[in-house]
């Protein structure tokens, strides 16, 4: 769709694109997205919602080792109790071979993707220790995307933790340079690229000397949750317009998937000191695009084009840097598909881009406007919120909220009916009342999908779900060795062929990475390595 409707010029994956992935994962046809990422990272398929760990049943106990990350005895396979095992991820693999490390997405940084190739959970929700083991166990040089509020300790204002720990202090003696809006990103990007040592006054109690041994590291943290929707940062799809690489500045904070690709590029290839051969042992860089995933649960077609034209600007960075040298291996793929997306619906040959491009909010900005409207002009009390006036109220900022983001319900052709308005004012109200909008799972929540259902309206594009579904995924490669993700994989087929062209030794490094965990004070750990 993004391809040929034109929103943003030709697409550099078209021009890699060599296969597909089979993406089921142990327990389903229809993964989700930490036991789709786990058999990419792993090269082992897992259940859904389990972070880089596998089943194993127990008359196979003898062979495992004991104690810590051993997991819970509450799942089962055919009547057998099963245990959950750690295994090895692909960068754990490369850090202990040497090899820099990095991982960029558009979700939090503690979500499933990145989360199942730098941490091991048996429950993806279990975030706060994700973000624990991604600080204190591993050494990545780079760790860019949202989640702030997984890194701050529980006693500052926004922090979703529970403990006193403060990620930030400790990642900041661990050497990081830390930014929090896309200014400071390039700041700390040319701070590690041209003087190679850590200064900054963004860590809050720094050790000025710390030199790490295996070169720069730069951790982004650019909002408290995921970072905003492409067309929620230039009010639509035109900013990709005749192949235009949007750029954020200063007044849109948070950079774009394309901006943190290349810091990512420039400090892991960065020369770290006259003495360093690290450098030359190459890098492992794991980006994701992963609010595609989001936009398609609320099927909101204008945010996914939005998001899609932003991946591909990255790949096309990606492939600009793979040009340039032959040793460079670049895949690219999807864990799953999401919603059941398909151009045309509704028996009718067609589907209007024209109206896919006007919208310039996602359902996901508008239901935040009109929640933080409702509190602000009636209150969050049930009883204003029950009141008979209330659904007057509400019915006006729905109305107005979906004339801002261009849909105009008063205007025939957006086919949004007075049931479509009088449904969203009840979700609304319920959203209001039950605060369901911030504590929403990924799923999504029930005002946000109706708003993607009633903004897709005129689109002529249909949907099957607000979750994923389980068909084929397109595999894209470039580059060295490419040749090897070529045909239909099993999802876990790629992950394996990637371990293997990398001759790393995931499982022997989360043994050596995984002890961290158990330091008492992290906090000054390893200040001079
Ligand atoms: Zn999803």
């Known amino acids: ?45 897992t259940w859904n919602h389990v972070v880089a760990e596998v089943p194993v049943e127990e008359r196979n106990m003898e062979h495992m080792h004991t104690g810590e990350g051993m997991g819970n005895m509450n799942h089962s396979s055919k009547g057998k109790q099963s245990h959950l095992k750690p295994v090895g991820t692909i960068l754990e693999g490369a850090q202990l071979a040497g090899m820099r490390t990095g991982i960029v997405t558009t979700t939090r940084v503690t979500h499933a993707t990145p989360a199942s190739f730098s941490s091991h959970v048996a429950d993806r929700e279990d975030e706060n220790e994700i973000a624990r083991e991604q600080v204190i166990s591993l050494e990545l040089n780079v760790l860019l995307g949202g989640g702030l509020s997984r890194f701050v300790n529980s006693s500052v204002v926004g922090s979703t933790r529970d403990d006193t720990l403060d990620l930030l202090m400790i990642a900041g003696n661990r050497g990081y340079e830390i930014a929090f809006d896309a200014n400071e990103l390039q700041e700390r990007v040319e701070t590690l690229t041209t003087t190679g040592t850590t ?4 860590t809050p109690n720094p050790h000025p000397f710390v030199h790490t041994k295996n070169g720069p590291r730069l951790l982004g943290l650019f909002s408290d949750s995921h970072l905003p929707y492409e067309i929620d940062v230039h009010g639509g799809l035109k900013a990709f317009n005749n192949s235009q690489t949007p750029h ?19 400090t892991l290839d960065a020369k770290w000191s006259d003495t360093d051969t690290i450098n030359d042992n190459g890098f492992i860089l794991v980006v994701e695009a992963g609010r595609i995933d989001h936009a398609s649960h609320a099927n909101d077609a204008s945010a996914v084009l939005g998001e899609v034209c932003a991946y591909d600007r990255a790949f096309q960075r990606a492939i600009e840097y793979a040009l340039e040298r032959d040793d460079t291996l670049v895949v690219a793929t999807s864990d799953h598909d999401t919603g059941g997306l398909s151009v045309g619906c ?9 109206r896919v491009v006007e919208v310039t909010q996602s359902a996901e900005f508008v239901a935040s406007q009109i929640v933080s409207r409702i509190f602000s002009e009636i209150g969050s009390d049930a009883e204003a919120l029950n009141s008979s006036s209330a659904v007057a109220s509400v019915t006006a900022i729905v109305v ?40 929403h799972s990924y799923e999504g929540y029930e005002l946000q999908n109706k708003l993607g259902e009633v ?9 099957t779900s607000h979750a994923h579904t389980g068909v084929d995924v397109p595999v894209f490669a470039f580059g060295a060795q490419s040749h090897s993700f070529h045909g239909s994989h099993a999802n876990f ?17 989360y043994m ?18």
Not at 249 to 261: G, I, K, N, V, Y
Not at 493 to 509: C, S, Y
């Open 1 to 45: 769709m993004a391809r040929d409707s034109g929103v943003c010029g030709d697409l550099e994956l078209d021009n890699h694109f060599v296969g597909a992935s089979r993406t089921k994962s142990l327990n389903s046809l229809v993964t989700d997205s930490a036991a789709g990422a786990t058999a990419y990272a792993t090269g082992l398929r």
């Open 199 to 202: 200064s900054s006054p963004s």
């Open 248 to 266: 954020n500045d200063t007044s849109h904070e948070t950079p774009s998937l394309a901006q943190m690709l290349d810091a990512a590029l420039k």
């Open 346 to 354: 509704c028996d009718e040959y067609g589907m209007h881009v024209d």
């Open 400 to 439: 107005d909220s979906l004339t801002n983001a261009n849909r105009d319900p008063n205007d025939e052709t957006s086919k949004i009916s007075s049931e479509d308005i009088s449904t969203l004012v009840t979700s609304a109200i319920n959203a209001s009342l039950t605060g369901e909008s911030a504590t």
């Open 455 to 463: 903004m897709n309206a005129p689109n002529l594009i249909g949907w």
């Open 493 to 509: 087929q790629i992950g394996r062929a990637m371990i293997d062209l990398m001759d790393v030794d995931p499982e022997h490094g």
């Open 512 to 529: 050596v990475f995984r002890d961290r965990l158990g330091l008492v004070n992290p906090s000054f750990d390893e200040p001079d390595r």
